[in-house]
């Protein structure tokens, strides 16, 4: 099997990244982001996918962290499309239901190419240190969006914001290891249409 990585750059007015990412990883990340609280939901991602991640992001952070926060959304999507390439043997769908403290998050995808984001998430405070917490959102509609997956966040209770997003971006990391996981049963792709 053809080794499942990309290399992916995006560059604006407002942003310039620089993002490599290996779906078949040992959960190894390097990350020089100017958001830190990104940087350390991308940490956490990348462990518990066991994914490899190198990402050097730098934007206009001065205006706030919303163009990079987003930007990391769309390259990491087009990343994870381009590492998937045909999908062949893949086992297509994934889901977790992640405990974290207070919390409890289920996120479930569907590696379909037919993006969604069902977002069922109040979070209950508008910031996390200097972090809008409205960016993650955005974040992962733009993950969706660009990756063409059918993601499905659900926070089923919690008060403290850090933990409903960190339990968030692991619960994603958890389904997306079961989803991209090749299944030596399936001849071609899971899908009756004969593509994904």
């Given at each position: 099997?053809?080794?499942?990585?990309?290399?992916?750059?995006?560059?604006?007015?407002?942003?310039?990244?620089?993002?490599?990412?290996?779906?078949?990883?040992?959960?190894?990340?390097?990350?020089?982001?100017?958001?830190?609280?990104?940087?350390?939901?991308?940490?956490?991602?990348?462990?518990?996918?066991?994914?490899?991640?190198?990402?050097?992001?730098?934007?206009?952070?001065?205006?706030?962290?919303h163009h990079l926060t987003e930007d990391i959304g769309i390259v990491l999507g087009q990343a994870l499309k381009e590492a998937l390439?045909?999908?062949?043997g893949i086992k297509r769908y994934g889901s977790m239901t992640l405990p974290m403290d207070e919390t409890l998050v289920t996120v479930?995808?569907?590696?379909?190419?037919?993006?969604?984001?069902?977002?069922?998430?109040?979070?209950?405070?508008?910031?996390?240190?200097?972090?809008?917490?409205?960016?993650?959102?955005?974040?992962?509609?733009?993950?969706?969006?660009?990756?063409?997956?059918?993601?499905?966040?659900?926070?089923?209770?919690?008060?403290?914001?850090?933990?409903?997003?960190?339990?968030?971006?692991?619960?994603?990391?958890?389904?997306?290891?079961?989803?991209?996981?090749?299944?030596?049963?399936?001849?071609?792709?899971?899908?009756?249409?004969?593509?994904?």
């Open positions: 099997m053809a080794e499942r990585k990309s290399v992916i750059a995006r560059k604006t007015r407002e942003t310039d990244i620089e993002l490599e990412f290996a779906i078949d990883g040992t959960g190894t990340s390097d990350l020089n982001v100017q958001v830190p609280f990104m940087s350390h939901m991308l940490e956490l991602f990348t462990k518990h996918g066991q994914f490899d991640l190198k990402v050097a992001g730098k934007g206009d952070v001065e205006v706030d962290d390439g045909d999908k062949y479930a995808v569907d590696l379909s190419d037919r993006p969604h984001l069902e977002w069922r998430a109040d979070l209950p405070k508008d910031r996390v240190g200097t972090f809008d917490t409205e960016n993650v959102h955005e974040f992962f509609w733009k993950l969706a969006v660009e990756a063409r997956m059918n993601l499905h966040i659900v926070v089923h209770h919690g008060h403290n914001t850090h933990h409903i997003i960190e339990a968030m971006f692991k619960a994603l990391a958890r389904a997306l290891d079961e989803a991209t996981t090749v299944d030596p049963r399936i001849q071609g792709v899971p899908s009756t249409k004969g593509s994904l």
